[in-house]
């Protein structure tokens, strides 16, 4: 099994965060799961900024990402993480309870990797995130960075 990578979680609701965090506890992924509370926050760690300017120099696995977000929203993250030479090849999962399709067609145009709209169902969103975080951080293959 390949080494697990870290799980960049950019969420601000608290109960989402415990619930991404429960639901990847099964696969022992949770040890590699980073959290941030809003766009800023999570453009910081990736740009190594801020409180993330000393932290290790790899990219995570994988970004899930919620779109209605305090101070930046998920969209003007993903736009940006899209944009950015340095970051552009990250895989972004929206995870969120949005199923408005101008979010949803934004988010693929704006080359989202994945859409996965939160479960209202407990066991749902359980198996969901799981399957996102066995997928991203175990099983996908990411391009060598430049």
């Avoid at 999570?42 to 900024?49: D, F, I, M, S």
Wanted: charged residues 30%; negative net charge; hydrophobic residues 40%.
């Amino acid at each position: 099994m390949n080494k697990l990578r870290t799980i960049l979680l950019v969420e601000d609701n608290e109960q989402d965060v415990e619930l991404t965090i429960e639901a990847l506890t099964e696969y022992n992924l949770a040890n590699n799961i980073v959290t941030v509370g809003d766009g800023v926050e999570a453009l910081e760690y990736l740009r190594y900024e801020g409180k993330f300017e000393n932290r290790s120099k790899s990219d995570p696995a994988v970004i899930l990402l919620d779109i209605k977000m305090p101070r930046m929203d998920g969209l003007e993250v993903l736009e940006t993480i899209k944009t950015d030479e340095k970051l552009k090849n990250i895989p972004v999962v929206m995870l969120t309870s949005s199923r408005e399709n101008p979010d949803l067609k934004r988010c693929y145009d704006l080359g989202v990797n994945a859409y996965v709209v939160k479960p209202v169902d407990f066991k749902e969103f359980m198996v969901a995130v799981k399957q996102i975080g066995v997928f991203w951080a175990i099983i996908n293959e990411q391009p060598p960075r430049n």
